[in-house]
Nanobody, 125 residues
Framework: VQLQASGGGLVQAGGSVRLSCAAS????????MGWFRQAPGKEREFVSA????????YYADSVKGRFTVSRDDAKNAVYLQMNSLKPEDTAAYYC???????????????????WGQGTEVTVSS
């Protein structure tokens, strides 16, 4: 599975950005998908995830109510709509794919099998 994240950029505080992650492979619809972020000098942290069924979503407390994760299995894509952005949301954002039909650790880096390259989001104050 190969993952390609896109959509990052420079945005003012209070603004919105939509990240996309395109996945290759035929097993996309059987994988939970996650978004993580990593700011300079910090560890990679969980942001959001979505079960392969699309019916269960997970959010970090810091983004709950502001970010929305979704998926389109017909397009092999997962999205992260980020609203009301804050300077502390500045980071490289990574999408990740879990093992097929196994999504028991959606909030942990170790729960994912494949990672895309990061897309940078910079929020100016």
């Amino acid at each position: 599975v190969q993952l390609q994240a896109s959509g990052g950029g420079l945005v003012q505080a209070g603004g919105s950005v939509r990240l996309s992650c395109a996945a290759s492979g035929r097993s996309f619809s059987s994988r939970g998908m996650g978004w993580f972020r990593q700011a300079p000098g910090k560890e990679r942290e969980f942001v959001s995830a979505i079960h392969w069924s699309g019916g269960i979503t997970y959010y970090a407390d810091s983004v709950k109510g502001r970010f929305t994760v979704s998926r389109d299995d017909a397009k092999n894509a997962v999205y992260l709509q980020m609203n009301s952005l804050k300077p502390e949301d500045t980071a490289a954002y990574y999408c990740a794919a879990g093992p097929t039909f196994n999504f028991v650790r959606p909030r942990e880096v170790e729960g994912y099998s494949y990672w895309g390259q990061g897309t940078e989001v910079t929020v100016s104050s």
